[in-house]
């Protein structure tokens, strides 16, 4: 974290988890399905292009095993570095998991922005946007369109409160493509946001 200016305001932490293909009989070895072999799944926290966090783990687990963990002592050590930097935490649909979410709502200027896995009930919420998509596309015969929307969205068991929910409508000569994030940013901006930028977090 002393790679950071230390005004820094804002800072994106860029969760992954990358298999890592292994040859032989390295001690931890596991079979992925996902990647077709044997390997590990470390874990990597990034701002930026600063690596701040590079773990070893066996591919035995969830990816997203040990994120809160991460967190805890990355956050802690940037509030020392940065006192006053908000702080987003962005990955995709693997670490939409009820536990980092809760412990980012429960910190102070700790945001997230992860990615969600798709299912009849998301796809139906976003019913209207994909027949508006799809109307645009017809009408203005571009090769593909896309309508965003909002809505508070909660699973039946693996969460435990509503959330922020956008969907991204899109349409192409391939077909429907919904995509969908989950966030506790703000629907528009933080309030001490200049007016310019005031409708940063809105679907557009």
């Known amino acids: 974290v002393r790679c950071l200016p230390k005004h820094t305001s804002e ?22 399905a996902y990647y077709g072999d044997y390997g590990y799944l470390p874990l990597y926290i990034f701002a930026g292009d600063i690596p701040l966090w590079a773990q070893l783990r066996t591919s035995d687990h969830d990816g997203a095993q040990g994120v809160v963990p991460a967190l805890e002592q990355i956050v802690a050590a940037l509030r020392r570095r940065c006192p006053h930097a908000r702080i987003i935490a962005r990955a995709d649909s693997g670490f939409g998991r009820e536990d980092i979410m809760a412990w980012c709502e429960g910190q102070s200027e700790v945001y997230y922005v992860i990615g969600l896995a798709k299912n009849p009930g998301l796809i139906d919420r976003l019913g209207q946007a994909l027949a508006d998509a799809r109307a645009r596309r017809c009408l203005s015969g571009a090769d593909s369109t896309r309508v965003f929307t909002e809505f508070k969205y909660q699973t039946q068991k693996s969460w435990s409160r509503a959330r922020r929910v956008i969907g991204k409508a899109g349409v192409s000569a391939q077909g429907d493509n919904p995509r969908f994030i989950v966030t506790n940013l703000p629907a528009g901006n933080f309030p001490e946001a200049i007016q310019e930028v005031a409708e940063r977090f809105a679907p557009a």
């Open 11 to 32: 800072i994106v932490l860029d969760l992954d988890s990358m298999g890592h293909l292994i040859h032989g009989t390295q001690e931890g070895r596991y079979f992925s």
